[in-house]
């Protein structure tokens, strides 16, 4: 029997982790349980600052402008918005376009009119920031200098007793980006990535630099060659360090899980992700040592 099983990227996932395994247990799907799970932490502006839905960065214009995917291991099933502002839980939208739009992605106004009609609330910028967001996009005004790389991103793997595997990503962006820039995360292939085999992998990390390598797809295609998660993960890592070389290495983290409750992950800088298997009593906080790659 497929056992249930969550796996979350970086530390501050487990709360999500957590949400997800107790939704489970009283017997929601995959998707749903991802979907409510993820919308706890996007809509709450405490976690803003690890560039998630609400309090995440705004862009250069002050606008928060989030991006979201949804991708189940149902062939064809995916659903994901981009330059979506003011709504705080940017994956339940995404969510919404892979079940009743008949396009797969919508971005910037064309999401904000899709979300309206299925009934969201279109906030106003205001209140998807926080006093930490606003005062750094302050001192962004004043200095012109963007801080220091913070990539995190929320993504989420789900397995459940029935054989469903369901993948999503949100995050609200690079900091300060570009007016509508879009990343790799609500990409399918490059921010995730998920098949009807219960094979699935997230991405998270440098979006710009990621979406030009497709890992995730890369990953669950050399699982299903065989290769355990982990050794998937190492993989793609691997060849894409070979690829750019030490100089031009950049932030990339990555995770994966099959069928049999398997996990993995591997990245190029120190990368903690969390993870939950059926029987076991709380949520574990494990970490991937960066790659180095030997010119």
């Given at each position: 029997?497929?056992m249930?099983?969550?796996?979350?990227?970086?530390?501050?996932?487990?709360?999500?982790?957590?949400?997800?395994?107790?939704?489970?247990?009283?017997?929601?799907?995959?998707?749903?349980?991802?979907?409510?799970?993820?919308?706890?932490?996007?809509?709450?502006?405490?976690?803003?600052?690890?560039?998630v839905?609400?309090g995440?960065?705004?862009?250069?214009?002050?606008?928060?402008?989030?991006?979201?995917a949804?991708?189940?291991g149902?062939?064809g099933?995916?659903?994901?918005?981009?330059?979506?502002?003011?709504v705080?839980?940017?994956?339940?939208?995404?969510?919404?376009?892979?079940?009743?739009?008949?396009?797969?992605?919508?971005?910037?106004e064309?999401?904000?009119?899709?979300?309206?009609?299925q009934?969201?609330?279109?906030?106003?910028?205001?209140?998807?920031?926080?006093e930490?967001s606003?005062?750094?996009?302050?001192?962004?005004?004043?200095?012109r200098?963007?801080?220091?790389?913070?990539?995190?991103t929320?993504?989420?793997?789900v397995l459940d007793?029935?054989?469903?595997?369901?993948?999503?990503?949100?995050?609200?962006?690079?900091?300060?980006?570009?007016?509508?820039?879009?990343?790799?995360?609500?990409?399918?292939?490059?921010?995730?990535y998920?098949?009807?085999?219960?094979?699935?992998?997230?991405?998270?990390?440098?979006?710009?630099?990621?979406?030009?390598?497709?890992?995730s797809?890369?990953?669950?295609?050399?699982?299903?060659q065989?290769?355990?998660?982990?050794?998937?993960?190492?993989?793609?890592?691997?060849?894409?360090?070979?690829?750019?070389g030490?100089?031009?290495?950049?932030?990339?983290?990555?995770?994966?899980?099959n069928?049999?409750?398997?996990v993995?992950?591997?990245?190029?800088?120190?990368?903690?992700?969390?993870?939950?298997?059926?029987?076991?009593?709380?949520?574990?906080?494990?970490?991937?040592c960066?790659?180095?790659h030997?010119?």
């Amino acid at each position: 029997m497929v056992m249930a099983v969550v796996v979350g990227t970086w530390a501050f996932s487990l709360a999500a982790v957590d949400k997800a395994r107790r939704l489970l247990a009283v017997g929601s799907g995959a998707s749903a349980a991802l979907q409510e799970a993820m919308s706890e932490l996007e809509n709450d502006k405490e976690t803003g600052c690890f560039v998630v839905g609400r309090g995440g960065f705004p862009n250069k214009a002050g606008v928060v402008q989030c991006d979201a995917a949804i991708m189940e291991g149902l062939p064809g099933r995916f659903g994901a918005v981009a330059a979506l502002p003011g709504v705080g839980t940017p994956l339940t939208v995404a969510q919404m376009v892979m079940d009743k739009s008949e396009h797969n992605m919508l971005v910037g106004e064309g999401a904000v009119a899709f979300a309206r009609e299925q009934g969201f609330r279109i906030e106003d910028n205001s209140d998807m920031m926080t006093e930490a967001s606003l005062a750094a996009y302050e001192e962004f005004l004043q200095s012109r200098k963007s801080p220091p790389k913070n990539h995190d991103t929320l993504g989420l793997i789900v397995l459940d007793e029935m054989e469903n595997i369901t993948v999503g990503v949100s995050t609200s962006g690079a900091p300060f980006k570009d007016p509508g820039r879009v990343g790799d995360s609500p990409l399918p292939g490059c921010g995730l990535y998920a098949d009807n085999r219960a094979r699935a992998a997230a991405a998270t990390g440098d979006g710009d630099k990621i979406m030009c390598f497709c890992p995730s797809f890369h990953v669950v295609q050399l699982m299903k060659q065989g290769l355990s998660p982990g050794d998937a993960c190492q993989s793609v890592i691997q060849d894409i360090c070979h690829r750019v070389g030490n100089k031009d290495i950049f932030e990339i983290g990555l995770i994966a899980l099959n069928m049999k409750g398997e996990v993995g992950a591997a990245s190029t800088v120190p990368f903690p992700y969390t993870f939950w298997a059926h029987g076991m009593e709380t949520v574990e906080q494990r970490h991937s040592c960066p790659y180095v790659h030997l010119d």
